[in-house]
T-cell receptor, first 114, second 114 residues
């Protein structure tokens, strides 16, 4: 049983293209997140949604647009991809968005922009 | 492997030894701390957490120690096994209006030799 799943696992694309990454959780959680992990393994939060409402929006270029069709799904659309967008993107979820909620991570999407 | 060129702190131990991984956190307002384990090609996996009203918490083979005075967190792994080889991250949450925003440390590479 996969708790937090992401598709695709690998994504290779050209600069300037638009792409989407999908995330689904079957834990019944209310809150979902997107994180970016760079080549130095540094993990940084990008967005969070609680029950389809945007809660956290870090300083992320507006080429990145999250969409939550329902509380079990949080997708990430990226316009006009740039070389610097190459990274591993992780989705996570937690029961709620309180300060002491454990976040559970998906397997990651490895994005390579050429 | 993935660790080449990362320049993360590293800890190399023999199977059966105890391991101690350290983390300095930055925000004195943080009230919730988590340790994650990330194996090669996978997402971060929850290990253990601790709230700021505690200074020690034990799990199965793992213990987390929190020293708020010096803003230091440590993860102790007893009888380390080859399967414990991974990158270990500490994360802090400032609570209040941080709404689940986790700030991750840089990570430590643990290598366990049989």
């Amino acid at each position: 049983d996969t708790a937090v799943s992401q598709t695709p696992k690998y994504l290779v694309t050209q600069m300037g293209n638009d792409k989407s990454i999908k995330c689904e959780q079957n834990l019944g959680h209310d809150t979902m997140y997107w994180y970016k992990q760079d080549s130095k393994k540094f993990l940084k939060i990008m967005f969070s949604y609680n029950n389809k409402e945007l809660i956290i929006n870090e300083t992320v270029p507006n080429r990145f647009s999250p969409k939550s069709p329902d509380k079990a799904h949080l997708n990430l659309h990226i316009n006009s991809l740039e070389l610097g967008d190459s990274a591993v993107y992780f989705c996570a979820s937690s029961q709620d968005h309180g300060g002491s909620e454990t976040q559970y991570f998906g397997p990651g999407t490895r994005l390579l922009v050429l | 492997g993935e660790s080449v060129g990362l320049h993360l702190p590293t800890l190399s131990v023999q199977e059966g030894d105890n391991s101690i991984i350290n983390c300095a956190y930055s925000n004195s307002a943080s009230d919730y701390f988590i340790w994650y384990k990330q194996e090669s090609g996978k997402g971060p996996q929850f290990i253990i957490d601790i709230r700021s009203n505690m200074d020690k918490r034990q799990g199965q083979r793992v213990t987390v120690l929190l020293n708020k005075t010096v803003k230091h967190l440590s993860l102790q792994i007893a009888a380390t096994q080859p399967g414990d080889s991974a990158v270990y991250f500490c994360a802090e949450n400032a609570g209040g209006t941080s709404y689940g925003k986790l700030t991750f440390g840089q990570g430590t590479i643990l290598t366990v030799h049989p």
